[in-house]
């Protein structure tokens, strides 16, 4: 008899080669057939075969059995049993530590199209497709052999021209390159002009080897210590030193002889098992379409140049499953995380649907892009952009940002294996500003240590790493490095708007100290006569409670503050922000935290001076009411969130949120808080249930997915819903239960949802009709209700509707219907809504 084990596919990147050679592995142990189900994709594949295992297309959370039959069935049973149970949800651990975001579920309106696809992790959001293309590898082992070396003085020369010639070719890269690429190319000339690299190539070289032979060892030699570092974000930096050196060796050898370029010539998705940022560099732009990594973290120069030319980028890709589809057209999914292959049509389509829905978003967006924030009754709340190293500051005012709200400077430090000197400081935020034309930039000092380490500080490990030696805490004793950048940024400010922020002041001693060192420091340059801002604003980010209660004192010595929300939070309720066994407890519309950003905002005002927020909850669009009711002068979140905060901003009116504000004060729980906010989205102005935005007639979709989607899009084009696919997922859900077509040619997809803003009832009047569930439909009418604030409305609308749909009259009304305005007044007339 045929034995049957039960389970569901646990593996986050689904059945790929490595889990699949484990599982083949194991059944090949048995004499017995044993065959993989996905229920899902309706595949059966024979589990002693790789791949035929990953052509069962298993996925996250598909349900699957695996059939065992033949004369070992029992010892075979009781093996898998145990694998399934106990070491398939570990068998692909590795692959996992790379993604170790959590994976995001795929829209039904994708999964059900049951595509090919690979997770990996996403470093650059957006969608592209393109055919798939290899960039080799630079391997310095493959190379080959070099001429026969010459005398020890002919060798050295070959290199020190060899340098010479790069750092001027690189020179000359800088100065016409797009601000976002400055910075490597600098990294690089840096690499050029370390004395130790060179010393290292000369050591090699009085042991008579080839110059060739000389830098690769070197390049051996600096990647190995990187590599050992233990560290990231150095073992990152490897790349770098790779590309540094086969330059060095194209200029001594000939680019022919060593050439890494790759022409493209149509829209392309390049895979590479690592791309050095000059190969990078290099690509045509107007080909490049995407980014397809094995190697490379999120801080790599080249996954750092990638962002700021805004190319969707996944690292940690299994190369091995896509080696069959190169030079096919692919789809990479940055926001999803995924590269899917074998596209189907239907595939291609959903992702011609994503396009057309991020064209129209940004056509819709565009108008806020140059103006000012401002809400309906013409307040002014400043909407800035979060940063963390200058190459982003150009991507920050493209997307709207009126100033820099806060500049990490963190990266600065951690991105090598020593500190930036003061002249790559100063030139770091000159870059910044030649993009800021005048416009603001808080430059915040490094808030180094706890938990973000940089290994040459040997700053030792802590058992609570947030409540440590961390930022102005650790500035006397790495007194250096803190004077160091003070001055850059000084000496900065004479080219533009700078403002200095100190992170994690607790107390008035630490403002008295930090004053005082600046004051010497601005007498040094005086004395030097160079040049500074001498009214360059001093600020603190309020993010220890203990400032709450000295903020008039603080007013009297510094000029403004920024509320640091993200650790305000974990301080203020005692919550570990990174644990997440007590998110639950960090919620920031606790009535406590709100009550103290209102006493915190209106104490400063009444002080004069100037306030703003820029933790994450600067972005949250759905608590963005009690930010305007509580006055602040500004928020600063990141890039991609400004235009739509800015959009959202237009529609608010400052007295009601300020009503809101205290009516959330008076709430006891959070919960009440969110009940409260989805209220206040209800009722705000003129927001029908129906809406000709959300009226479609004859559009262009061929199935029941289709339809769910482009509806769903629309509510997020008519500023109705945030997170279109979940609010899909919650439809999909009730489709689940009971297929929502009701006969005569209509369906009535519905749900109570926490993910629609405003409840809407949205109309599609097909041109042909698709099959839902068992049924053909042509009219679909779609109820998403807000959950907080439906009560019983949504069983009323849903019978109300299916008994008008018995009448025949009804719904000739509506089919016979030419325009989104008519089914409109039908609606609401027979609705009586
Ligand atoms: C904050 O704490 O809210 C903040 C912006 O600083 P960081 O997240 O860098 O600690
Ligand atoms: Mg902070």
Redesign the pocket.
């Known amino acids: 008899m045929v034995k049957k084990i039960t389970f569901a596919c646990v593996l986050p990147n689904g059945i790929h080669a490595r889990p699949a050679s484990n599982i083949e592995k194991i059944c090949k142990q048995f004499v017995s057939a044993i065959e993989w189900h996905n229920l899902r994709t309706n595949v059966t594949a024979d589990a002693k075969s790789v791949l035929s295992l990953i052509s069962s297309n298993t996925l996250l959370n598909d349900n699957c059995h695996l059939l065992i039959d033949g004369i070992d069935e029992e010892q075979a049973y009781q093996r898998l049993s145990t694998f399934i149970e106990n070491e398939f949800p570990f068998c692909d651990e590795a692959l996992t530590s790379t993604t170790d975001d959590e994976i995001t579920p795929l829209p039904r309106s994708l999964s059900n199209l049951n595509p090919h696809i690979i997770r990996a992790k996403a470093v650059c959001g957006g969608v592209a497709t393109g055919v798939l293309k290899q960039v080799a590898n630079i391997d310095l082992n493959k190379i080959g052999d070099f001429p026969a070396a010459e005398s020890i003085e002919k060798e050295q020369n070959k290199v020190k021209n060899a340098l010479t010639k790069l750092t001027k070719v690189i020179a000359l890269q800088i100065e016409c390159a797009a601000e976002t690429s400055k910075d490597i190319l600098s990294a690089h000339q840096a690499i050029l002009e370390d004395p130790s690299f060179y010393e290292l190539i000369e050591l090699n070289l009085s042991s008579n080897l080839t110059a060739g032979a000389a830098i690769i060892n070197t390049a051996k030699f600096f990647s190995d210590q990187l590599i050992n570092s233990g560290s990231e974000y150095l073992k990152e930096r490897v790349l770098d030193i790779r590309d540094v050196c086969f330059q060095l060796l194209q200029q001594i050898y000939g680019e022919n002889q060593f050439s890494a370029h790759q022409k493209l010539t149509a829209p392309t998705i390049c895979i590479a098992e690592e791309l050095t940022p000059s190969q990078f560099l290099e690509l045509d732009k107007k080909y490049l379409k995407g980014l397809l990594l094995v190697q490379g973290g999120t801080t790599s120069h080249t996954v750092i140049l990638a962002r700021s030319f805004n190319i969707p980028t996944l690292v940690g890709v299994d190369i091995e499953i896509l080696k069959n589809h190169m030079d096919k057209q692919v789809q990479i999914d940055g926001d999803l995380g995924f590269i899917a292959y074998n596209l189907s049509p239907q595939v291609m389509r959903y992702y011609q649907l994503e396009s057309n829905l991020n064209a129209k978003l940004a056509e819709k967006q565009k108008v806020f892009i140059d103006v000012a924030g401002t809400t309906a009754d013409g307040t002014k709340v400043e909407i800035a952009a979060?940063i963390a190293h200058s190459i982003e500051a150009q991507a920050a005012f493209n997307s709207g940002a009126e100033s820099i709200g806060?500049f990490?400077t963190?990266m600065l430090y951690m991105d090598r294996h020593n500190e930036p000197s003061e002249d790559e400081l100063y030139n770091t935020f000159c870059q910044a500003i030649e993009v800021a034309k005048q416009r603001t930039i808080i430059i915040?000092t490094f808030?180094i240590g706890g938990d973000?380490p940089v290994n040459y500080l040997n700053i030792p490990s802590e058992n609570n790493p947030f409540l440590g030696y961390r930022a102005v805490r650790i500035y006397q004793e790495y007194l250096t490095l803190f004077r160091t950048q003070l001055r850059a940024i000084l000496k900065a400010s004479a080219h533009g708007k700078l403002k200095i922020m100190i992170?994690m002041i607790s107390s008035m001693e630490e403002i008295l100290w930090i004053k005082e060192e600046l004051a010497n420091i601005k007498q040094s340059l005086r004395n030097q006569k160079i040049p500074f801002d001498e009214k360059i604003p001093l600020g603190i980010?309020l993010?220890v409670p203990s400032v709450m209660f000295i903020i008039d004192q603080c007013c009297e010595e510094i000029d403004f503050f920024?509320?640091?929300?993200?650790?305000?939070?974990?301080y203020l309720l005692a919550v570990d922000?990174d644990n997440a066994k007590v998110t639950k407890h960090y919620n920031s519309l606790n009535p406590a935290f709100l009550r103290g950003l209102d006493h915190i905002v209106k104490t400063v005002h009444h002080y004069g001076k100037w306030v703003g927020?820029?933790?994450?909850?600067a972005s949250k669009g759905s608590v963005l009411p009690l930010l305007v009711g509580l006055g602040l002068d500004e928020l600063?979140m990141n890039s991609p969130n400004i235009l739509a905060t800015k959009a959202r901003l237009a529609k608010l009116n400052r007295s009601d949120c300020r009503l809101l504000l205290n009516k959330a004060m008076d709430c006891r729980t959070s919960l009440e808080v969110e009940h409260l906010l989805a209220q206040f989205r209800m009722e705000q102005a003129e927001i029908p249930l129906i809406t000709t935005q959300t009226i479609t007639i004859a559009p262009d979709w061929l199935s029941k997915e289709e339809v769910i989607k482009g509806m769903t899009d629309n509510l997020l084009v008519a500023g109705r819903c945030r997170y279109p696919q979940k609010l899909a997922e919650d439809i999909w859900l009730r489709e689940d239960v009971f297929s929502t077509a009701l006969g005569f040619g209509f369906a009535i997809p519905h749900t109570k949802s926490e993910h629609i803003e405003q409840s809407t009832i949205s109309v599609t009047k097909l041109a042909t009709p698709i099959i839902w569930g068992e049924e053909e439909v042509n009219f679909v009418i779609m109820l998403t209700l807000n959950k907080h604030t439906a009560g019983d409305q949504h069983m009323r609308i849903f019978s109300k509707l299916a008994r008008r749909i018995m009448h025949e009259q009804f719904r000739t009304l509506l089919t016979t219907s030419t325009s989104a305005q008519e089914i409109e007044n039908i609606l609401i007339k027979e609705l009586e809504i």
């Not at 927020?613 to 909850?617: H, K, M, R, T």
Request: proline share 4%; charged share 35%.
């Open positions: 979060n806060l990490r963190e915040r808030d973000k992170p980010m993010e920024s509320i640091g929300s993200n650790d305000l939070t974990q922000r927020i820029c933790g994450e909850l600063s």
